[in-house]
């Protein structure tokens, strides 16, 4: 049996995460999370380690005991500013809606124009409670949203792959072509279009 350790708490501490940087479709989703002194962390990990399952049931209790923000930068906001600082920017709003003394957030790299103080931790989602919590969110609420995104757009599987460039994606944009969410900067639907000189996609 796998023993799993509990994430580190900071009292007080705000955790920022987002979910959604490598699909060519839909929005990112950032969130920020603030956990009681109280809250059971047994369990918490990092969004992508976790079944769905797990993440609704922790979603749950998150939104329930948590101070919490999420944010979103939409396909228009990521092809005008690019992916990277799309990101940065969702984070931004989500942390500034709950107004931390302090924030960690998961990466290298910090979103511009905080006023708090913030710590920038590589793989924090695996190391820090509040980071792991914000990842959650982040990814249950993106996810939410391509399901109901697949009933908008039928065809191209948006429930199933949440946008993800998986074989199935890449079929239905080739033979459907882009729809109106697909993101313009990214090299597959650049491509679909016809489009020169295609931008590179971002991992998640």
């Known amino acids: 049996m796998r023993v799993v350790a509990v994430l580190e708490h900071y009292s007080g501490a705000a955790g920022a ?3 959604g940087r490598g699909p060519l479709a839909g929005p990112v989703v950032a969130a920020a999370v603030i956990l009681p002194d109280t809250f059971d962390r ?10 769905a399952a797990a993440r609704t049931k922790l979603a749950t209790r998150i939104l329930a005991e948590a101070i919490y923000a999420i944010e979103a930068a939409d396909h228009e906001e990521i092809d005008r500013l690019n992916i990277l600082h799309a990101s940065m920017a969702a ?7 709950i107004s931390p003394s302090k924030v960690y957030v998961d990466g290298n790299r910090l979103p511009k124009g905080l006023t708090c103080q913030a710590e920038a931790i590589i793989k ?6 509040c980071i792991a919590a914000a990842s959650i969110l982040a990814k249950t609420t993106r996810d939410r949203m391509m399901v109901e995104m697949g009933s908008t757009y039928p065809g191209y599987g948006f429930e199933k792959h949440f946008g993800y460039p998986t074989p199935d994606h890449l079929e239905a944009l080739k033979r459907l072509g882009p729809c109106k969410i697909h993101r313009r900067s990214f090299a597959p639907v650049r491509e679909a279009l016809g489009l020169d000189q295609p931008c590179l996609t971002f991992e998640s």
């Open 124 to 129: 924090g989602d695996g190391k820090v409670a």
């Open 42 to 51: 047994t369990g918490l990990d990092d969004s992508k380690k976790l079944d």
């Open 91 to 97: 984070m931004a709003r989500a942390i500034q809606r």
């Open 17 to 19: 995460d987002e979910a």
